[in-house]
């Protein structure tokens, strides 16, 4: 199947900014959607961004919409989540994920996000 690593996470101020990278391997990364996803503690996990496969179409969540860019580099296998005007409640472990099949079914480890106020 796919695997996902990602990177990028950390402690930051409200206000602040990070971006988020996750690689891919194992198909070829230009076949299929990716996304991210969130989950804070004692929730459940949450869609925030997905990007089609050329990249060519985004979708985000209400709650990260003007606040967040998906984009991905198919020559890199890379996808990347710029997270800007970051506030307390984006603290989460962020995943990233793969639609191989149509569905979001390739997951990665995570990273961890927190925004202090």
């Known amino acids: 199947q796919v695997q996902l690593v990602e990177s990028g996470g950390g402690l930051v101020q409200a206000g602040g900014s990070l971006r988020l990278s996750c690689a891919a391997s194992?198909?070829?990364?230009?076949?299929?959607?990716m996304g991210w996803f969130r989950q804070a503690p004692g929730k459940e996990r949450e869609f925030v961004a997905a990007?089609?496969?050329?990249?060519?179409?985004?979708h985000y969540a209400d709650s990260v919409k003007g606040r967040f860019t998906i984009s991905r580099d198919n020559a890199k296998n890379m996808v990347y989540l710029q997270m800007n005007s970051l506030k307390p409640e984006d603290s989460a472990v962020y995943h990233c994920?793969?639609?191989?099949?149509?569905?979001?079914?390739?997951w990665g480890q995570g990273t961890q996000v927190t925004v202090s106020s």
């Open positions: 994920a793969a639609a191989v099949s149509g569905s979001f079914d390739s």
């Open positions: 194992g198909r070829t990364f230009s076949t299929y959607g």
């Open positions: 990007i089609s496969r050329n990249g060519g179409s985004t």
